[in-house]
């Protein structure tokens, strides 16, 4: 179990995600208490995160190749450090390939990120009674659940105090209460948001062109029920200046409003042409 002194550090690094002084301090702390393979870890990272020189091929720091020391201190520890978050996740959901997200876990600035979960462990996550360490880039992807608990969960979701963690969501058959649940509480990063193949009406694209928190870099609405009137609505959004990637096929918005998004967005919506 965390301590009281460490739930603050990680409270305040997730208030300052961006700034790595308290990280360090925290990396000080830690190597006071016995953990020095972790303190190593986070000073290494952060250094060689403040080295990074953008490329062609990589231009995240983040995704840069990783240095001897990184891969080496991750291979003895790594396992002991995520044990804690999985020791959540693993029990809520038997079916979801956790090996694979385990797996795919990377680390950034000395925390975890590139972390994919489902919709109900994302729920067990928030509402779980004892604290975590900061986490990066929580990747969502619902599966199958009934509406009315999928509508629940989000909303559980986007309730949690820490739910600035999470970056994309993923799900089929959204329907306008899911988005309802979806913009109402702290989801302030989410920047990819697929809710294809739903029952998404107009009351829904208004709720997502409404939503002042909104971040988004993708939003994939294809094959809902949204006509002129959502399209209008996200075409006169003042959230959308991040938005390059506007998927609205299979959807039942005329001309007008086809005509009213390609103002807006250009070549970045993707929209068949509907009815006439």
Excluded at 5 to 32: H, S
Excluded at 140 to 154: V, Y
Aim: aromatic share 8%; hydrophobic share 40%; net charge negative.
């Amino acid at each position: 179990m965390p301590t009281a002194e460490q739930r603050a550090f990680w409270a305040a690094i997730r208030a300052n995600p961006d700034d790595d002084t308290v990280r360090l301090v925290y990396a000080d702390w830690l190597e006071e208490n016995g953990d020095e393979a972790r303190a190593e870890f986070i000073r290494v990272q952060i250094e060689q995160t403040g080295m990074f020189s953008p490329s062609a091929l990589c231009s995240d720091p983040n995704d840069r190749t990783l240095t001897k020391r990184e891969k080496r201190l991750i291979a003895r520890h790594g396992e002991r450090w995520l044990q804690p978050l999985y020791d959540i996740l693993q029990p809520t959901e038997r079916s979801f390939p956790w090996a694979y997200s385990r797996r795919q876990v990377k680390f950034a600035r000395g925390f975890p990120r590139d972390i994919a979960i489902s919709l109900q462990s994302a729920c067990a996550l928030a509402t779980h009674d004892s604290d975590i360490e900061p986490l990066n880039d929580v990747k969502i992807d619902q599966g199958f659940l009934p509406t009315e608990k999928a509508t629940a969960r989000i909303t559980e979701v986007a309730r949690w105090a820490n739910a600035a963690c999470i970056t994309e969501i993923s799900t089929y058959d959204a329907t306008d209460g899911f988005v309802k649940g979806l913009v109402g509480g702290f989801l302030t990063r989410l920047h990819h948001l697929d809710l294809h193949s739903g029952s998404v009406s107009d009351a829904g694209a208004i709720l997502l062109a409404n939503w002042q928190q909104a971040a988004f870099r993708m939003l994939d609405l294809s094959d809902n029920r949204i006509t002129n009137t959502g399209a209008v609505a996200l075409a006169e959004s003042p959230h959308a200046s991040n938005l390059s990637n506007l998927n609205l096929n299979s959807n039942l918005i005329g001309p007008d409003g086809r005509r009213r998004l390609r103002e807006r967005f250009g070549k970045d919506v993707q929209i068949e042409a509907g009815p006439t």
